[in-house]
């Protein structure tokens, strides 16, 4: 065996016996580095005659290729296995729960107005708003609720006390309504910048907000959720009041329609004024709209009233419209199966857990309402 | 309004069934609730009649009973003592839902023997309330006759008046509106004059005429005062009132068939000869207020506006009128001479009177609403008719005193307008027929002029009749039309205050809370609490002592609502709520606020401690004020000036300057929250939306966004760490850091916070990261030293120092 042969095979060996990267490196310096023995013999290559040259040299190349090789095939080994003990005891129990995260939600008030607003916006209304407190002119006077008439006692006021000078109690505003006198009255200036100013027709407005009424039972809270609606313009009819509503209540239901009807009832700023009803069963203890022989009110309309529009300063010969008015806290029970009024104002959170809805369901009309 | 079926066709001729009338009412407007209909819980019940009753073989108490029914002979066990041979009684079938008993029969052997139906008595078919055997009917009712027809029973109607139509408390009333709605033919009969048989011994005077209009009456001598006619007391029955007497019974009917209330006194019982109308009196040496006994058995006090019908020369109070008769003048089975009094009250006088006293009756009721003024003459002929056919006796001339209110004054009336207020086409001769139905008269010209029937003082105008016309041709007439297309706002229909509340809502929902809608209200104590409670937004009238004053602030009431979640086993509540809030009764002293409550009880937690839940729920309140906007950057932040319900070291305000306050946070005072009954801890925040400044793009109103910086060269970090005095906050030591080179300094982060070993007593170590940004070239090592000698020396000035 040549001397060559000899170390080569004194090398293979080596790596062969190598258990750890840095040893296969340390071998690497003692043959290939700067004074290593390979590294030698490539060296020694410069003194030999050119046939000696011719003759050794690819055999010490050859040494140099096969020895580099397998240093590099045994650190990739070694390398792979240190990985694979490394991964091996950096493993950790992944079953551990995650941080808790507080959920939040939206209440469900609030999800149906927003889809309200959504569908209203829609039909180019904008959105009103009015103070809670008002006055006896706004919340009745105007709406041909003259004073002592019976027709205010149907709601149940809550008053503050008298003003110590004038006498005058301010209410509670027992509907929306007076938001339709602040929008009419054009001459009006707004008492606030979020409150509706007067403006002149054409008109196309809904007011969302609170009312109240002292009423407490299992179906009534003395504060609730109003939305109102009015139109005004030079031709608006009881058509269009039906063409709207009906068109909103099958889209706010999510249906291709809905069977609903309307009859004449009394309001004293509208005329003709009617309800609107749509179809039920409620057999079961269950609601179902569309179906079974029940008529469910749900809303009350009409034709803004002469009256209202006159102390509006608006001439009944020349501008009509509709007014509606519906309770949103209803509407959210009816469409989301909340069976009760009362816990809607309680604030408990595993109802608001159940009955709420994520951040991220922002009604609008390319996903849907809901 | 409660009426019957047969009582509707005195009126009516037509031969709708129930169902039909009430849902024609209810599409005109008469909003039917309930319909009780006695007919359909008879239908399966027949007369029969026993042929042979035998001893039950197996037991003593039955019988065994051969029967003649509907459906032939039937074998039928029956346990009533009075099963006899002959006897005519009521035969229910197998399959027959009896609800007396609440149960439908099944074919059954009693005691070994097979009844094949059963014999009713009159309890088991809900005819009276107790019974003692089966029922014993006339024996020559032949078999098979319907027990719906033997008993008289009638389908009962009952419907919502609405306060603009007080004719529809009268049976009259409504078939007018049912005849106008082609349900059938106006038949009502007609009143005839009864002459009087002798001059009135009683006169009439009235002191008070806005009290009551006018008054008319008359006596009637020699009358026989007993229980009233079957078919009278079935009718009142029908309709949940108590038969009570003859005379009684007719002002009842009169009241219901025609509204018009009416009242009997005891001629014997009075005193003088005149019946005065005034006000209530107080005794004139006494100044007493004047008492009466009522016909309820309860003393009233009338106020000097309520109506008080007087004799005795005026002097003494024998009925509040319009609302109830006096127990000293009523009349009774020993009422011989009858004085009936029909008169018109005032509407709105009636109504306060009853409200006052607390009085409500079928003639407050009615009056109030308004009673037809046409109807006093003709009600009280009417009641003089029914008297003397019912109790016999002899009438005097009628004594009238006072005018009738004028009738409701006529007016132009286009009938075009129908189709423009409603869209309906209907021609004006459909029109004039529907108008005349409900009893207007119409003058027709080129314009109509119209006149309501003394009966509708609603109808005051034009859109008044095109109602009329729109629901007497139905509602399901309407077109359905589209509304016009119109300008849209192009920026949205939501105010930029509106959109951030909504932004609000989702950006906490988002962060993790849960957004709760509380009352408006609080009590005034605890509104006193969060400076509130002003005389000014106390209600005079509130539905509970502890909601009696509007709320200053959604603290206390999301407070609470945390105190009753950790009541309930979740003491860990996040609640949110966007609402108004109440700094007097002014319109603009009305805002809105965006408050969170939380309790910080979040669960423990393998991971170990999480972030002070202070400052987690600082970092919520500005991502929140970033999403609405604000001016993060510019806040100032004050501590030790929020108001009292906060907790002195540990709230502060976000603000822009002392009067722009935009927010303020922290935790609760522990003495506020004892007082709400809550367990503390608790941290809150509260933004006033509206003193939240405009986001810049909103005011200038243009959306574009100036053109973005992304700098090529690397950002760098140095950190540094101070020593500086406790009392130097963190913020102002920060805010020198950043300051000390606006252009270089992106951004410094506070990394550490230590106090202790290798730190002085009084002394505190703020290690500081700061981001550097180089602009224009990368910073040499001399530009990185003079920026390090900068920061250095801005924070000494504090007081700081670099920790060596």
Redesign the interface.
């Known amino acids: 065996m040549t001397d060559l042969a000899q170390l080569e095979l004194d090398l293979i060996q080596a790596i062969g016996q190598t258990a750890t990267t840095t040893e296969v490196e340390a071998l690497r310096v003692q043959a290939l580095g700067k004074t290593g023995t390979i590294s030698g013999l490539l060296k020694g290559m410069g003194a030999m005659s050119p046939e000696e040259r011719r003759e050794k040299g690819p055999m010490i190349n050859g040494l140099r290729d096969r020895v580099g090789a397998a240093l590099a095939a045994k650190k990739a080994e070694l390398e792979a296995a240190e990985l694979d003990a490394r991964l091996l005891a950096e493993r950790i129990d992944l079953t551990?729960?995650a941080?808790?995260?507080?959920?939040?939600?939206?209440?469900p008030?609030?999800q149906v107005m927003?889809e309200m607003?959504a569908l209203?916006?829609e039909?180019?209304?904008?959105?009103a708003?009015?103070?809670?407190?008002e006055d006896d002119f706004h919340n009745f006077t105007a709406l041909n609720f003259p004073p002592?008439?019976?027709?205010r006692?149907?709601h149940d006021t809550?008053?503050?006390?008298?003003?110590p000078e004038t006498g005058e109690?301010?209410v509670?505003r027992t509907h929306t309504s007076p938001v339709q006198i602040r929008a009419m009255r054009a001459g009006e200036k707004a008492?606030?910048?979020?409150?509706a100013s007067g403006q002149e027709p054409?008109i196309?407005i809904i007011a969302p907000g609170?009312t109240?009424r002292?009423?407490?039972d299992a179906t009534h809270t003395?504060?609730f959720h109003q939305i109102e609606g009015l139109?005004i313009?030079r031709?608006?009819?009881?058509?269009?009041l039906?063409?709207?509503l009906?068109?909103f209540v099958a889209r706010f239901f999510e249906m291709d329609q809905v069977d609903a009807?309307?009859?004449?009832?009394?309001f004293p700023f509208t005329?003709?004024?009617?309800?609107m009803d749509i179809r039920c069963d409620r057999s079961g203890g269950r609601l179902r709209l569309n179906e079974g022989e029940d008529w469910m009110e749900i809303l009350g309309c009409g034709?803004v009233?002469?009256k209202v529009l006159i102390a509006c300063g608006l001439d009944?010969d020349e501008w009509?419209g509709f007014a509606f008015g519906m309770g949103v806290d209803r509407l959210a029970m009816l469409k989301y199966g909340i069976p009760d009024l009362r816990p809607?104002?309680?604030?408990?959170?595993?109802w608001?857990?159940h009955y709420?809805?994520?951040?991220?369901a922002?009604p609008n009309l390319a996903t849907g309402l809901s | 309004m409660k009426f019957t079926l047969d009582w509707l066709k005195d009126h009516l001729d037509t031969e709708a069934d129930v169902e039909t009338v009430a849902r024609a009412m209810t599409m005109a407007g008469l909003e039917v609730e309930d319909v009780i209909d006695p007919v359909a819980k008879l239908a399966p019940f027949t007369v029969a009649r026993i042929v042979s009753a035998e001893q039950h073989p197996n037991a003593d108490r039955l019988r065994v009973c051969q029967v003649e029914t509907v459906d032939g002979m039937k074998e039928i066990v029956c346990g009533a003592p009075n099963a006899r041979a002959g006897l005519v009684t009521i035969y229910a079938p197998i399959g027959a839902y009896v609800p007396g008993l609440g149960v439908t029969l099944v074919e059954k052997p009693v005691r070994g023997v097979v009844s094949n139906g059963m014999l009713c008595s009159a309890s088991e078919l809900e005819l009276s309330d107790e019974s003692d055997g089966i029922l014993d009917l006339p024996g020559d009712l032949t078999v098979g006759r319907p027990a719906a027809g033997v008993f008289g029973a009638q389908p009962v109607i009952d419907f919502e008046v609405t306060p603009n139509r007080p004719d529809w408390l009268g049976v009259a009333g409504i078939a007018r509106d049912l005849a106008a709605a082609g349900l059938g033919t106006l038949k009502t009969p007609a009143i005839e004059a009864v002459p009087g048989a002798f001059p009135s011994p009683l006169s009439i005077r009235i002191e008070r005429p806005d009290l009551c209009a006018v008054f008319a009456g008359r006596l009637i001598r020699g009358v026989r005062n007993g229980p009233s006619p079957q078919w009278l007391q079935d009718r009142l029955r029908a309709i949940g009132l108590r038969p009570i007497s003859a005379l009684v019974d007719i002002t009842n009917l009169v009241s219901y068939d025609r509204a018009r209330p009416l009242h009997v006194y005891d001629a014997s019982k009075l005193v003088g000869g005149e019946l005065v109308a005034r006000g209530g009196q107080s005794a004139r040496d006494s100044g007493e207020p004047e008492h009466l006994i009522a016909l309820d058995g309860k003393t009233y006090a009338p106020g000097p506006n309520a109506c008080v019908i007087a004799d005795a020369a005026g002097e003494r109070p024998i009925g509040l009128g319009g609302v109830m008769g006096g127990e000293s003048t009523g009349c009774d089975e020993a009422t011989v001479d009858v004085f009936v009094e029909s008169a018109w009250f005032d509407p709105l006088a009636t109504a306060q009177t009853g409200r006052d006293l607390g009085i409500i009756s079928d003639a407050q009721y009615r009056f109030a609403r308004g009673v037809d003024p046409a109807s006093v003459v003709p009600g009280l002929e009417l009641a003089t008719a029914l008297i003397l056919e019912l109790c016999g006796g002899e009438p005097s001339e009628m004594v009238v005193a006072g005018e009738a209110p004028a009738s409701p004054a006529s007016f132009a009336f286009d009938p075009a307008r129908v189709e423009r207020l409603t869209g309906l086409e209907v021609g004006d001769e459909q029109i004039a027929d529907i108008l005349t139905a409900l009893g207007f008269q119409i003058a027709r010209g080129d314009h109509w002029i119209v006149t309501p029937p003394s009966w509708r003082r609603d109808v005051e105008g034009p859109a008044d009749l095109v109602e009329e016309v729109a629901r007497i041709v139905g509602y399901d007439a309407l077109p359905s039309t589209p509304l016009p297309e119109t300008q849209r706002a192009p920026s949205g229909v939501l105010s930029p205050r509106q959109a951030r509340m909504r932004t609000a809502r989702r950006a906490l929902a988002a962060l993790g809370w849960r957004e709760a809608v509380t009352w408006s209200f609080t009590s005034r104590k605890i509104a006193q609490l969060f400076g509130g409670g002003d005389e000014r937004l106390v209600l005079d009238n509130p539905i509970a002592s502890d909601l009696d004053c509007m709320r200053p602030s959604a603290l206390p009431n999301l407070i609470q609502a945390a105190a009753r979640n950790a009541a309930r086993g979740h003491a860990d509540a996040a609640l949110f709520e966007i609402g108004p809030v109440y700094a007097g009764d002014r319109p603009q002293d009305q805002t809105t606020t965006i408050t969170g409550v939380l309790a910080p009880h979040a669960p423990r937690a393998w991971t170990g401690a999480p972030v002070d839940p202070l400052f987690a729920l600082k970092a919520d309140l500005l991502a929140l004020l970033e999403e609405l906007g604000a001016p993060v950057a510019s806040l100032q932040l004050v501590q030790g000036q929020n108001p009292g319900w906060w907790h002195p070291g540990r709230s502060a305000r976000l603000q822009l300057g002392p009067k722009a306050v935009v927010a303020q946070f922290g935790a609760l005072h522990p003495g506020v929250l004892k007082a709400l009954d809550a367990d503390g801890p608790m941290l809150a925040f509260e933004i006033v939306l509206d003193t939240l400044p405009q986001p810049r793009a909103a005011k200038s109103g243009s959306k574009a966004r100036p053109a973005a910086e992304l700098s090529a060269l690397m950002p760098l970090t140095r950190d540094f760490a101070f020593v500086a005095p406790e009392d130097l906050v963190a913020g102002d030591l920060m805010r020198a850091v950043q300051g000390a080179d606006k252009a270089l300094i992106s951004e410094a982060r506070l990394f550490d916070l230590y106090r202790g070993k290798g730190v002085d007593d009084g002394m505190k170590s703020l290690a500081v990261e700061v981001v550097i940004q180089p602009r224009e070239a990368t910073l040499t090592e001399a530009e990185i030293e003079a920026l390090s000698t900068k920061i250095v020396a801005a924070a000494d000035k504090l007081g700081a120092r670099l920790r060596s």
């Open positions: 551990l729960p941080p808790p995260r507080r959920r939040g939600s939206v209440h008030t609030m927003d607003i209203f916006a039909m180019g209304f904008a959105v708003e009015g103070p809670d407190i002592k008439h019976p027709a006692e149907m809550f008053f503050l006390k008298p003003d109690r301010k509670l008492p606030a910048p979020w409150i054409p196309r609170r109240f002292k009423d407490s003395p504060m139109v313009d031709d608006i009819h009881m058509g269009h039906k063409g709207t009906e068109a009807r309307f009859r004449p009832h009394h005329e003709p004024s009617a309800e034709m009233h002469p009944p009509q809607m104002f309680d604030a408990d959170t595993r608001l857990a709420g809805f994520s951040a991220f922002a």
